[in-house]
């Protein structure tokens, strides 16, 4: 079962109280054993009879004379009950029958919240509600409104309402009637529940739990737990607690971008939660669509398909859980109200426009702007736009007609979001394709928001507002709302020429943005986040332009970061990780054209922060270093894989063999999420000789008959794009670099690969699809077999992972007295780093030189002047 409407109704009663009667005071009251308060009828007993299998005696039978718990149709019975509760409470208050104190309401009152006078203006807004899990965000920088919606009614009566969910009675009330309406609901639950009297016994429950009272549920408070969420009825917020916000988090890390299956059960509880929680996320309701769908794609294993647009959504709720962790949730979000104005628009091949119709409650954003006034705007479409639609004599054309109405449509709430204050506002939109309801979130994605993302499809930069003028699709002679701050000013150009412009730039940036991997961009703009929290919360600007001297700002940031409080995990970090922290803000201060706030006059890190640095490394803990595994580790897993007939293994020995040889990190072998790509079938060439294969159409012989192997490097990481790394046979059958190859490819031709599979990819025989070697097997099977080796080897079986094989290669060229400058190209190392460790780890290059040191320790020294003659 689900909340239902409760919650809805419980907002919407909250904010359509009067505020001159004072905040709005939540209880809760709890039922003590519920289901076994109802009995049932004597002749439906035996229906729901259990049997008891017994070895000693004969079978027993049990009958339940109350509702089971494991019945489907026990809740709905229960809630008949307390449905029927609420519904003679709400007449008693409604017909203002005068209600006795009862026995109960004294020891609850004890813990009631102190009455608050009533606010001096109906129109004004109390501050929001700060959690501590929003202390830190940037609610400063978020202009929220300060008024009262003038649209809403002022009731003449206090609120008085209840309402109840399953077993769980919410009461509202205002500071004048709480104890009646508490006494009410008291009285209302006695009249079904028969409460205790002496007839009863010692071990029977109140109705009312008194546990629950105890805690101070069924006192009144202006900040109440309620189904789940955190109601604040003075700033007029709702949050979810942070253990909802971790299970939220959790939920929705565990199915990475990657994963492509699912159970149903797993899908069908991540569903649950997710709807239990999108009560009271704004937008959220609508965004269950591809997840439902994916329900029709239930395979015979009773799994899920997850496709792209799977993911999107489950990546659209953790932007969303992003945001709720940032700020409470106001609850004039969340409920729609009657509309606030009434709009039109359409588009074509040349362009969108519409016409907006605002009420007399909407204020206005432009000055000098009579809001009652028809608000007209029109846009005509870049070139490239119109050059791109499909039409009779452009089909091979990408953007169609559906597109610009729905591109234009959302220009259209754009505009009003620009030129009225529509914050927790309702609109009506319309259009000759659908009609929409929409109201603003202050603060978090706006309309404005998702045009971007769409108008990007269209070579247009997400951030539209700073890149294309307003005032090229705001009619009028002025715009206030232009962007003025911009440096660049394009005032005699034509209009296409700045549309030209500004599209080129954003281009720019995006490649700007790609000159780094997907991971260290992504981590950039999480630190840049964390830095924006930090200067929020000292009301400053994220530039500092108004501090001459940044770096003490720098130096508290970089303090926190480093023990967890501005940390993505909240958890103290080591020092490379704060110094990336650092490094992200003076890429993001370059990025904008400023000065690096870190470099001082000489262009080096200032002082001050080079201290730091280098006293927590002096604190860091020593490097856990994995250890490169001997040649002897490698022959077993080969031994083991190929005398039996699993494909699995098969994989695992070979990949393993791969890296070996070419020193590869394990995203370049094996299939993970990092920022290095595996290698792919078409990455590979052999030769025989001099002569080179085509490796798609040679035959198997061909393939085992070759003598060289190379592998080219395209999306690797520190790999030079198009560079070729090859290796010959080594002259043995399974420890050879060309032999594993040989049998990866024909491995993937026989099962109809295409080129652009990657090379750790085998055909399972139990799921009858193409799968891949993960990291995680190949940690296992290192693993597995040191373990089996023992301690002979010098480490243990947590010491190797995936990344040994770089190490372990490395090192078995040192041994054989390869050039470190030889390794150090082939392993694309940028220092020599790794070689010193392996160097000084190696006990058979290092285990001669006590003896060399004893031969050449004898040695004299040139004399000084000071030595005196013989």
Not at 120 to 137: M, Y
Not at 310 to 336: C, G, N, Y
Not at 629 to 643: G, K, N
Request: charged share 20%.
């Amino acid at each position: 079962m689900q909340f239902g409407h409760a919650l809805d109704r419980i907002l919407r009663e909250i904010l359509l109280s009067n505020p001159n009667h004072g905040p709005v005071q939540l209880m809760k009251v709890d039922l003590s054993d519920g289901f076994y308060r109802l009995c049932l009828n004597i002749e439906d007993i035996p229906k729901l009879g259990v049997t008891f299998p017994s070895a000693t005696h004969n079978n027993l039978v049990a009958f339940p004379l109350v509702l089971p718990m494991g019945w489907k149709n026990s809740p709905p019975a229960f809630c008949t009950a307390t449905e029927t509760i609420a519904d003679l409470a709400n007449s008693s208050l409604q017909s203002e029958s005068p209600s006795a104190a009862h026995p109960l309401s004294k020891h609850a009152a004890t813990m009631d919240d102190p009455i608050s006078p009533p606010t001096a203006t109906a129109t004004a807004l109390q501050p929001p509600f700060v959690s501590a899990t929003a202390l830190n965000s940037s609610l400063s920088q978020i202009d929220i409104p300060t008024v009262r919606d003038p649209s809403l009614p002022f009731p003449i009566t206090l609120l008085q309402y209840i309402d109840v969910f399953v077993d769980d009675f919410i009461a509202l009330s205002q500071a004048g009637n709480r104890n009646y309406v508490r006494d009410t609901l008291l009285h209302a639950i006695d009249t079904v529940f028969c409460p205790n009297d002496f007839y009863d016994s010692e071990y029977r429950r109140e109705p009312v739990s008194l546990k629950k009272l105890r805690k101070g549920d069924c006192s009144w408070s202006t900040i109440k737990l309620v189904l789940g969420w955190i109601i604040n009825t003075v700033a007029m917020t709702i949050e979810l607690p942070q253990h909802r916000q971790e299970r939220l988090g959790a939920i929705l890390s565990s199915i990475p971008s990657t994963q492509k299956r699912i159970g149903v059960k797993k899908w069908h509880k991540l569903l649950g939660e997710l709807r239990s929680m999108a009560l009271a996320l704004p937008g959220a309701r609508s965004m269950f669509g591809m997840m439902q769908e994916a329900l029709q794609s239930l395979d015979k294993r009773s799994r899920i398909s997850l496709r792209k647009g799977v993911h999107q959504s489950i990546a659209d709720f953790q932007w969303m859980l992003k945001d709720i962790s940032k700020r409470p949730t106001r609850i004039a979000e969340l409920v729609p109200l009657l509309p606030s104005a009434l709009g039109f628009h359409d588009a074509s091949g040349e362009g969108a426009g519409g016409v907006w119709f605002p009420s007399h409650t909407i204020g206005s954003r432009m000055k000098n702007k009579n809001t009652l006034h028809p608000l007209l705007w029109r846009y005509k479409w870049p070139q490239d736009i119109i050059d791109n639609l499909v039409t009779e004599d452009n089909p091979q054309g990408k953007i169609t007609n559906s597109d610009l109405e729905l591109a234009g449509g959302l220009l259209h709430l754009d505009v009003i979001a620009h030129c009225l204050d529509v914050r927790e506002r309702t609109l009506v939109s319309k259009t000759d394709n659908l009609a929409t309801l929409f109201w603003e979130r202050k603060g978090s994605a706006t309309n404005a928001a998702v045009t971007h993302q769409l108008l990007r499809l269209f070579g247009i930069h997400q951030r539209f507002h700073r890149y294309i003028p307003r005032h090229d699709y705001i009619s009028g002679p002025s715009n206030p709302l232009a962007d003025d701050s911009s440096q660049i000013h394009l005032q005699n150009c034509a209009p296409d020429t700045k549309a030209d412009f500004w599209r080129d730039l954003s281009l720019a940036e995006q490649e700007v943005r790609e000159g780094v991997t997907t991971g260290c961009s992504a981590a950039a703009d999480t630190h840049w986040e964390k830095w924006i929290e930090f200067t929020s919360v000292l009301g400053q600007d994220p530039l500092l332009q108004a501090v001459e001297d940044k770096v003490p700002y720098l130096q508290v940031f970089l303090h926190r970061v480093r023990h967890g409080f501005y940390a993505a995990n909240k958890n103290p970090v080591r020092t490379r990780s704060a110094e990336d922290y650092l490094w992200s803000i003076g890429q993001t201060y370059l990025e904008l054209g400023e000065q690096d706030p870190r470099l001082n006059c000489h262009d080096n890190i200032d002082f001050r922060l080079a201290r730091m640095i280098k006293s927590y490394k002096k604190k860091d803990p020593p490097p856990n270093r994995v250890k490169p595994v001997p040649l002897s580790v490698i022959r077993r897993i080969a031994q083991i894989a190929f005398s039996g007939n699993s494909f699995n293994q098969h994989a695992t020995a070979d990949m393993i063999i791969i890296a070996f040889f070419f020193l590869l990190r394990p995203g370049e072998y094996s299939y993970s999420n990092t920022d290095s790509d595996p290698f792919l079938l078409a990455d590979v060439k052999f030769w025989i000789g001099h002569q080179r294969l085509n490796t798609m159409t040679a035959t198997p012989t061909q393939l085992r008959q070759a003598t060289f192997v190379s592998l080219t490097f395209t999306t690797q990481k520190n790999g030079v794009r198009g560079e070729v790394i090859g290796l010959s046979c080594s002259g043995e059958l399974y420890l050879c670099p060309v032999k594993a190859l040989a049998r990866r490819v024909i491995h993937l031709k026989q099962h109809n690969a295409a080129p652009n599979t990657p090379l750790c990819t085998y055909f399972c025989q139990e799921r009858q699809r193409l799968v891949h070697v993960c990291p995680s097997d190949i940690t296992n099977t290192l693993r597995t077999n040191v373990a089996a080796l023992g301690p002979a080897l010098g480490f243990l079986p947590s010491d190797v992972s995936a990344r040994c094989l770089r190490a372990a290669g490395a090192n078995a060229l040192l041994c054989a007295n390869v050039d470190s400058d030889v390794i150090r190209l082939l392993g694309r190392w940028r220092s020599d780093e790794m070689l010193r460790y392996l160097h000084l780890q190696n006990s058979q290059l290092m285990q001669h030189f006590s003896q060399r040191m004893l031969t050449g320790g004898n040695f004299t020294l040139i004399p000084n002047q000071e030595v005196p003659l013989f």
